[in-house]
């Protein structure tokens, strides 16, 4: 049976990156495994040039300043990692979610952290707008696309101070001006590899500005010295993720994946709303193309509608457990023809209610 593997996470890779993934563990360089060869060598050094070239030259960052980093402990990490390198004084965070808010949690560990807009209020169900950003901040951070709520960032402030925004969950997902920021994180294990590393694309002129000194595992600037392996890299993340972005560009890049995206996010949307057993979680205009939440409106049917979506290979469909429902996560592996398996058993539960 054909699996429909809606899942927020980790690792939704198209089939293709996994067989090919997997064959290089057994034989990736004259009979040794990717796990086995030195990260030093030149097989693996060319896979980490890629990878970055890759992530540049998709985003359309090449040339421009930037550096693309793979580095460890997920996307967590960079929620210190940003505060120790950039944080002098005072920062902005707008609050969105779970993730920018332990970003911010973090973040005050170093400075005065100000959230120039919140819609905690009301459980992070839209995006707030219209929010001022003091131009004598240090930074100000943002998150593109909230996971566990179902909203997405659809046009990004304008400020003349350095822009971070936390991507990792719609990176390389749809065509963006990247240069407006300055620093874009992402854990991989969304739309490009495993987890176990986090691409950082960072402009480096926003480099030098802090006071404190920093950790070398936290510091940027010996990331970038070092072309990401100051210490031993997450080869089969990074190699993994190579693949991904190979596979992205061969697709046509974040244009074309952007057509698919936005035509699976109008088919479920249109569903929940013309459904009248569903309900969708997050304001309408803030929807996020890469998850969609939603409740059934019957608690009734629950049982009804979990067997039948079951009995049709769809999986992974559970809401994170602070919003309850369900969650359709549409990323960039993820097929038109299973968003409209899991529509397809959506209308048949209406037919025979
Ligand atoms: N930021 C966002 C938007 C996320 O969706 C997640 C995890 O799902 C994280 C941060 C945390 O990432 P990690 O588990 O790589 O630390």
Wanted: one cysteine or more; aromatic letters at 10%.
């Amino acid at each position: 049976m054909k699996l429909h593997n809606f899942s927020a996470g980790p690792c939704i890779l198209p089939r293709e990156v996994i067989t090919k993934a997997s064959e290089a563990l057994l034989d990736f360089d004259n009979g040794l495994s990717l796990l086995e060869i030195s990260h030093r060598s030149k097989p693996f050094v060319d896979v980490m040039d890629k990878a970055s070239a890759l992530a540049l030259e998709l985003l359309g960052l090449e040339g421009k300043g930037y550096k693309a980093l793979f580095l460890q402990g997920g996307a967590s990490t960079q929620f210190l990692m940003v505060a120790l390198n950039l944080l002098e004084k005072r920062a902005g965070y707008l609050n969105t979610g779970t993730w920018a808010d332990k970003a911010i949690k973090e973040a005050r560990m170093y400075g005065d952290v100000y959230e120039v807009g919140s819609s905690k209020k009301e459980h992070f169900n839209y995006i707030p707008k219209g929010y001022d950003i003091p131009s004598d901040y240090d930074y100000f951070h943002c998150t593109s696309n909230n996971t566990i709520f179902g909203t997405q960032m659809k046009s990004f402030p304008k400020t003349d101070i350095p822009m971070v925004c936390d991507m990792s969950s719609d990176i390389f997902s749809r065509s963006l001006d990247f240069s407006q920021f300055d620093l874009i994180y992402a854990g991989a294990q969304k739309n490009m590899g495993p987890a176990g590393t986090t691409l950082v694309v960072i402009k480096e002129d926003i480099l030098g500005k802090v006071s404190r000194k920093i950790p070398s595992m936290m510091d940027y600037k010996i990331h970038i010295d070092k072309s990401s392996m100051f210490n031993t890299p997450p080869v089969f993340a990074v190699y993994t993720s190579m693949l991904t972005l190979e596979w992205l560009k061969n697709l046509g890049g974040i244009k074309a994946i952007e057509k698919v995206n936005e035509m699976k996010a109008r088919i479920m949307y249109s569903e929940i709303d013309l459904n009248p057993l569903f309900k969708g979680y997050s304001a309408k205009e803030d929807r996020s193309n890469m998850n969609a939440t939603f409740t059934l409106i019957n608690d009734d049917l629950k049982e009804t509608f979990e067997t039948m979506c079951q009995e049709a290979g769809i999986r992974g469909l559970n809401g994170h457990r602070s919003v309850g429902g369900y969650r359709a996560s549409m990323y960039n592996a993820l097929s038109i023809d299973s968003v409209k398996a899991l529509v397809e058993v959506m209308s048949e539960l209406e037919s025979q209610a």
